[in-house]
């Protein structure tokens, strides 16, 4: 197991959730791709603190990257609970005011 | 050597199973899918011993997968095992996205000239949850102070955004309606 692996496999995974991200329609699927996507930040993060910074403070950033995802989440699930309450739908397509 | 073939083996099944979230044909798979992509990168946390980010990742993320089923279940109106779907948009244009996002950072991490590992600080504890405690409540207390009120803010702002009812409902399109126009009316006067 080299860094360089570790940061090859984050790549894919962030690759992959970026995907996701940019073409799914339904907003839980969308953000499954935003979920993905810090999944591989987490692994790349991992890397850097085994190899190259091994000291018990660098942990503290996996920690706010795993934060800032349940925030994510959370502010995720209460869009769609709006957008599905408001519009009757929870596809990204029917929420593009802001574009036009 | 055992560590690195374990470590491939999560590593494959990680970025199988993501990519699997947007290939199977039912919401429900593509959750259990994530679930899985999240569980390999948790236990490959804990070969590079992160024992705790590694736990917490796998035991938050399998909740999170359940809460988001239940979404799907609610939202989508329909059995999302037995229901086959494809609902997506610019898929060429996110493929070209993502397989160059790939190409330029599995470029830069290949041709970056790392160093090599350094080992840590006889005596530390790294890598230890009692470690990371005394970084949060020292040294790293700061980063907790913002991510604390980050959190408040977050309950309050999903409340407001999921609540049935807001304050235009019950005080009407200009707040002044009086009295507040409530399913259950309350307060002094009712």
């Known amino acids: ?24 329609q339904v907003v839980v699927m969308v953000m499954m791709g935003l979920e993905l996507m810090l999944n591989g930040v987490i692994l790349a993060a991992a890397g850097f603190w085994w190899f190259l910074s091994p000291d018990p403070t660098g942990q503290v950033l996996l ?5 800032a995802m349940t925030l994510e989440m959370a502010m995720g699930f209460a869009v769609a609970t709006l957008l599905h309450r408001s519009r009757g739908s929870d596809m990204t397509d029917m929420a593009t005011d802001l574009s036009r | ?10 590593a494959v099944l990680a970025v199988a199973s993501g990519v699997a979230v947007f290939r199977v044909d039912s919401m429900a798979r593509a959750t259990y899918a994530l679930a899985v ?24 993320m399998v909740m999170e997968m359940a809460v988001m089923a239940v979404y799907m279940v609610m939202f989508m109106g329909m059995n999302p095992a037995l229901m086959p779907m494809s609902m997506v948009h610019d898929n060429r244009a996110a493929i070209a996205a993502a397989v160059t996002t790939f ?7 290949l041709l970056v000239p790392w160093p090599s590992r350094r080992e840590p600080d006889p ?4 890598g230890t949850a009692q470690a990371l405690g005394e970084a949060i409540m020292g040294s790293k207390m700061l980063v907790m102070l913002t ?3 980050a959190m408040v ?22 707040l002044d309606r009086r009295p507040a126009d409530d399913p259950q009316p309350g307060g002094v006067g009712r």
């Open chain 2, 37 to 60: 992509s999240f569980v390999a990168v948790g236990l490959a946390l804990l070969l590079v011993d992160l024992h705790y980010i590694g736990v917490i990742t796998v035991l938050m």
């Open chain 1, 1 to 24: 197991m080299t860094l360089e692996a570790v940061l090859v496999v984050a790549a894919a995974l962030f690759s992959v959730g970026l995907y996701g991200a940019i073409s799914q």
């Open chain 2, 103 to 109: 190409v330029v950072l599995a470029g830069g991490a």
């Open chain 2, 147 to 149: 991510v604390s009120p």
């Open chain 2, 153 to 174: 803010a977050t309950i309050v702002a999903g409340v407001v955004l999921a609540g049935a009812r807001g304050r235009y409902d019950r005080l009407g399109d200009d």
């Open chain 1, 63 to 67: 920690l706010v990257v795993i934060a």
């Open chain 2, 123 to 126: 005596g530390t504890v790294a």
């Open chain 2, 1 to 10: 050597m055992l560590e690195s073939v374990v470590f491939w083996v999560l």
